[in-house]
T-cell receptor
Framework: DQQVKQNSPSLSVQEGRISILNCDYTNSMFDYFLWYKKYPAEGPTFLISISSIKDKNEDGRFTVFLNKSAKHLSLHIVPSQPGDSAVYFCAASADGTASKLTFGTGTRLQVTL | DAMVIQNPRYQVTQFGKPVTLSCSQTLNHNVMYWYQQKSSQAPKLLFHYYDKDFNNEADTPDNFQSRRPNTSFCFLDIRSPGLGDAAMYLC????????????FGSGTQLSVL
């Protein structure tokens, strides 16, 4: 039972445009959400997080939006750059912290020139 | 640079032959985690240590064991690897249980012949 779902395995976006990566979850107990980025041959690195008490968190070019009623979150990257090409994992936890994360299957983002 | 280091990067073992994967960290974090990621699947938490306190996930097979002899090192032992245990094994750390994020190593890709 996949509690965190990333339904798009891949996404291709032109450089300079907006990338929108989506994530859905089924467990209503999840209250803390994170996005991780993974380059080939490297471990995932933390990108941005959001607590369920917020609906938006912004860090530079990266913004995460949370819609609790729809159990949906999205990561916006504006503007997209070639270096953003990576696999992006959505993750969630039910205790307000990063411990015991449940991950999605990832979305591979390709930013083209 | 403080980091999480996993050795080896690639590990090949034979069906049924015990294998040990290692993880070390220079972050001095209290919590260490082991995740299993099979191809095109989400990383799945196997267990974690909070200091010396071992926490096993309910669905982690008995075939998987872990040791944490000190703060810096954590080992994953697979007693009798099966073909289904071929996967990427990711080690991660966090400062404490109430951390905002996990820090991952680059992973060990395990093949079982």
């Amino acid at each position: 039972d996949q509690q965190v779902k990333q339904n798009s395995p891949s996404l291709s976006v032109q450089e300079g445009r907006i990338s929108i990566l989506n994530c859905d979850y089924t467990n209503s107990m999840f209250d803390y959400f994170l996005w991780y980025k993974k380059y080939p041959a490297e471990g995932p690195t933390f990108l941005i997080s959001i607590s369920s008490i917020k609906d938006k968190n912004e860090d530079g070019r990266f913004t995460v939006f949370l819609n609790k009623s729809a159990k949906h979150l999205s990561l916006h990257i504006v503007p997209s750059q070639p270096g953003d090409s990576a696999v992006y994992f959505c993750a969630a936890s039910a205790d307000g912290t990063a411990s015991k994360l449940t991950f999605g299957t990832g979305t591979r983002l390709q930013v083209t020139l | 640079d403080a980091m999480v280091i996993q050795n080896p990067r690639y590990q090949v073992t034979q069906f049924g032959k015990p294998v040990t994967l290692s993880c070390s960290q220079t972050l001095n974090h209290n919590v260490m985690y082991w995740y299993q990621q099979k191809s095109s699947q989400a990383p799945k938490l196997l267990f974690h240590y909070y200091d010396k306190d071992f926490n096993n996930e309910a669905d982690t097979p008995d075939n998987f064991q872990s040791r944490r002899p000190n703060t810096s090192f954590c080992f994953l032992d697979i007693r009798s690897p099966g073909l289904g245990d071929a996967a990427m094994y990711l080690c991660a750390t966090s400062r404490g249980r109430a951390s905002e994020k996990l820090f991952f190593g680059s992973g060990t890709q395990l093949s079982v012949l």
